[in-house]
């Protein structure tokens, strides 16, 4: 068995995880920046405060879209071929969104660009999932995550940067170049997540299939010369081969019933439990809404917006150290220590509004356990969420699984996007962190009392926990 894992080809598994990730950065840089051109597109389209809400929310309506139907592509066409659709669906959105003539195009082009969101949120992580040993699993997958944050950054920085290009004084004896890059910039914004989505297209075409969807289609051939490859031994390959055989053959058909089976139904449903209860736990409404929070605590604009950069930074810093340790300290426990450390922050936050200012706190104090939440919120639900959805599920129907549980990220995503203005006015912020601090106790208890630790267990071991066979 040493000899096995000594035999790993680590290299290989990384590149093709690095690839599949290339689809969280499109995620992370498709929601990210948005935040940099409401106020452009709001002046270029006469826009009033509902079309500006919708222009913000439509992709998330797209998202939701394309988890509905994203797992059932994967499981029936593949892995590879669905994360190509996805690429392709980004590529058309940041083409659409350039050379967008009117609001209703610009509107339909961020939908696209939603739905490729949508998409990959599940067959990016799973891909990795099933080409990853039990041993690295954890790291590869949550580069995916790793990667969504840099695609925050990266829009963040794409803005500030395309911003100050534009009022450089260069001029463009294209029309259009003009327009995108100068005129109106917020077209070269949202434009430019074309350019990474042509080079996911790309590089997914050059990419093996997932060894295990090919076993589940029958091609058995293809599945161990890319298990030789990762295991650089006949013998380990041959051994994992049989192992997925033994669990696929006894499986249940491949369709929408299948999920009702027992052991199954209950995997989705906790599934589907903590990816839309991690949701109103707080995460997005900091990320989302951090500027206005720090504004109604006193801060200037210009001091609010650096606070969101500092939130941000940590929240990339945070993910990298998780890839580090996830497979070390176990899912479980970093959701235990991480979720624990939430709840403390949360209710110092929320401390902070109902009596800071009665007390004399300061900003510092708000911004510190600001920071404080952001760390632990990235070390554990953030890291740990697309690892658990991507390797809860059998093989046959681990695809519909994800869009189950992925559509129920999404619409709790909207909810939240939806009601933190609402939650922040009618519950006061003190009550709205309360609330998100209250939200955190199911999650641990779910987590505690009803998930396995699938640290260091291969997919089929895990398989074999929820159908008992």
């Not at 699993?137 to 949550?142: A, H």
């Not at 995997?267 to 504004?295: C, D, K, S």
């Not at 950069?309 to 929240?315: A, E, F, P, S, W």
């Not at 760390?375 to 953030?382: D, G, K, P, T, V």
Request: aromatic share 14%.
């Amino acid at each position: 068995m040493e000899q096995v894992k000594t035999n790993i080809n680590f290299s290989y598994m990384l590149l093709l995880a690095l690839v599949a990730a290339l689809g969280g950065f499109l995620f992370g840089y498709d929601t990210g920046v948005v935040s940099g051109t409401v106020s452009h597109i709001g002046e270029q389209f006469a826009l009033d405060e509902l079309q500006l809400g919708w222009f913000v929310g439509c992709a998330l309506i797209g998202s939701i879209a394309g988890v509905a139907f994203a797992g059932k592509l994967s499981d029936r066409f593949g892995r590879k071929a669905t994360m190509l659709l996805a690429a392709l669906f980004f590529a058309v959105s940041g083409i659409g969104c350039a050379f967008s003539t009117s609001f209703p195009m610009l509107v339909v082009s961020r939908m696209l660009g939603g739905v490729g969101i949508g998409v990959v949120s599940i067959v990016s992580p799973l891909y990795i999932s099933e080409i990853s040993v039990a041993k690295y699993r954890g790291q590869l997958v949550s580069l995916y995550q790793l990667a969504v944050t840099i695609g925050f950054l990266g829009a963040y920085s794409a803005n500030y940067g395309l911003l100050q290009f534009s009022h450089s004084g260069v001029a463009f004896s294209s029309e259009w170049m003009h327009r995108i890059f100068v005129s109106e910039v917020w077209r070269g914004m949202l434009g430019l997540s074309g350019v990474p989505a042509i080079l996911l297209f790309i590089f997914i075409y050059f990419i093996p299939e997932s060894p295990r969807w090919l076993v589940l289609r029958g091609d058995e051939k293809k599945a161990l010369g890319i298990f030789e490859k990762i295991y650089r031994n006949a013998a380990a390959a041959a051994g994992e081969l049989a192992d997925v055989k033994s669990v696929i053959g006894s499986e249940v058909k491949s369709d929408w019933r299948s999920l009702f089976k027992p052991g199954i139904f209950k995997a989705v449903v906790i599934g589907a439990a903590i990816a839309i209860l991690g949701q109103f736990m707080g995460v997005n409404a900091v990320l989302y809404y951090g500027p206005t929070i720090f504004e109604q605590a006193g801060l200037s604009g210009g001091d609010a917006l650096f606070s969101q950069v500092l939130v941000g930074i940590v929240n990339a810093v945070t993910t990298v150290i998780a890839v580090f340790i996830i497979d070390r300290v176990g899912r479980k426990m970093l959701v235990y220590w991480g979720v624990s450390g939430m709840v403390v922050s949360l209710l110092c936050i929320a401390f902070y509004f109902h009596f800071g200012a009665g007390l004399g706190l300061g900003n510092w104090f708000l911004l510190a356990f600001f920071l404080f939440y952001v760390f632990c919120c990235a070390i554990s639900i953030s890291a740990v969420i697309f690892v658990f959805l991507s390797e809860m599920y059998p093989t046959r129907v681990r695809g519909m699984a994800m869009s189950v549980a992925g559509f129920a990220l999404w619409v709790g995503t909207f909810l939240v996007g939806q009601l933190t203005p609402w939650l922040l006015h009618a519950a006061t912020p003190a009550g709205t962190f309360l609330l998100f601090a209250v939200m955190c106790v199911p999650y641990i208890l779910i987590v505690w009392r009803l998930m396995p630790e699938t640290t260091g267990k291969s997919l089929e071991e895990i398989e074999r926990y929820w159908t008992k066979q």
